[in-house]
């Protein structure tokens, strides 16, 4: 166990408690400050500029050079049913009441896809855990187990479980954080045909989940957490993300002293590295670090499981699929690290192709500042994303291509 969560365990729960309320409110890198949030203040100040302005740029999705690069994408069957997703969508929708319905449900091409933010001081659609009814919830349940994998499922849980954890940690503030502080929305009608989606948004936790025929993508998909482990309270054991943190640190040490060169961008990790969080559907990320074609044959599959830690939220059928797809432009594929790679190193990497973005950081404090040294990187808070580049997140190429096929 490292030496900063030792130092937590070492703080008497009762105190952390009673420790000052601290706002999550951080934009991604490179973005203007927070300003005023939202949480009884109003939605304004940077988060809302940045909402606004990301809103204002017609969908294009990640690019290398603001080019969508053509052909990456097709209609076509997988082989892999969707029905049980379908069915556990319209159990859920059906379990919701006239009003809880208006506010939930969306046409399929709707911007709400893109009103999705990691932090939590974010006005939401659609209907929280924190307004279901135990059959509700039930449903909602059936929804995310239909859709993920268990160990999709479970961190998903974990996640909801730590933003529990967050709110005990500042005194008891269980108006902005909390477990049951997670929205659900639907786009379209759930189909066996015809395309849908659901969204969950919420602090630290986003899942688009789109369907088309036997079809899925899940992305963006935000995972992460502050505290990173829970050493007290109602879930005092819960962890999240240990298994991407390891394996990204053996697949850096496995990288020979040339590959290291090329894939280490920075040595030291000093602040926050993540290009595509929250308002970032059109960002430019160039290539960067070591070409995985300079990789050996085990190299190459030591990359390929530490994909699947990710790729492997979705449920289990169609995360073949999907990982058949990035393992098909694996050549294609950079693997790019910023900081030191020791046991208690804090780190930043990137996993990037014409298919796959993955992003893993190691985030400065933001909720627990007066536990951690303001602006220094630190364990125990965690953001990662995974997109699709060149235009598939939120399915929007899918959905493009089947517009054009059959026009609505």
Do not use: C
């Amino acid at each position: 166990m490292n030496r900063r969560r030792l130092a937590l365990l070492a703080v008497p729960f009762a105190a952390l408690a009673a420790a000052p309320l601290l706002l999550d409110a951080q934009p991604p890198a490179g973005g203007p400050p927070p300003g005023g949030g939202g949480g009884g203040g109003g939605f304004g100040g940077g988060f809302g500029q940045m909402e606004t302005r990301a809103l204002a740029e017609p969908f294009k999705g990640v690019t290398t050079n603001g080019t969508v690069t053509p052909g990456l994408y097709s209609i076509r069957s997988t082989g892999v049913s969707t029905e049980p997703v379908m069915r556990a969508a319209n159990a859920f929708v059906t379990a919701l009441t006239t009003e809880q319905r208006a506010k939930t449900l969306y046409p399929v091409n709707d911007d709400e896809w893109r009103k999705w933010a990691n932090v939590h001081r974010y006005p939401r659609q659609g209907v929280s855990y924190d307004e279901m009814s135990p059959a509700q919830k039930s449903a909602a349940h059936a929804l995310l187990a239909a859709s993920l994998s268990a160990k999709g499922l479970k961190q998903s849980e974990d996640i909801m479980h730590l933003n529990e954890t967050l709110a005990e940690l500042n005194n008891n503030n269980f108006e902005e954080y909390g477990e049951g502080k997670y929205y659900l929305t639907v786009m379209g009608t759930p189909s066996a045909k015809e395309p849908w989606g659901w969204q969950l948004d919420g602090h630290h936790l986003i899942i688009n989940y789109f369907v088309l025929g036997d079809q899925v993508v899940m992305t963006p998909s935000f995972w992460g957490s502050e505290p990173s482990v829970a050493t007290a309270g109602k879930y005092a054991g819960t962890s999240i993300m240990e298994d991407e943190q390891h394996a990204g640190l053996t697949m850096v040490r496995s990288l020979t002293p040339q590959q290291r060169e090329r894939a280490v961008l920075e040595p030291k990790k000093t602040g926050n590295n993540i290009r595509a969080q929250l308002f970032s559907d059109n960002v430019v990320v160039d290539y960067a670090g070591v070409p995985v074609s300079s990789f050996t044959a085990s190299q190459k599959q030591q990359l390929v499981d530490l994909i699947e830690l990710y790729v492997g939220n979705l449920r289990d059928e169609h995360a073949r699929v999907h990982l058949a797809d990035v393992e098909a432009r694996l050549d294609e594929t950079y693997f790019a690290w910023v900081g030191e790679t020791n046991d208690d190193s804090v780190f930043y990497y990137r996993i990037h192709s014409p298919v796959v973005l993955i992003e893993f950081d190691h985030q400065t404090p933001v909720g627990l500042t007066h536990l951690y040294p303001r602006g220094v990187p630190y364990k125990e808070h965690i953001h990662a994303v995974v997109r699709t580049p060149n235009g598939n997140d939120y399915g929007k190429d899918l959905l493009r291509q089947h517009y054009e096929r059959q026009p609505h």
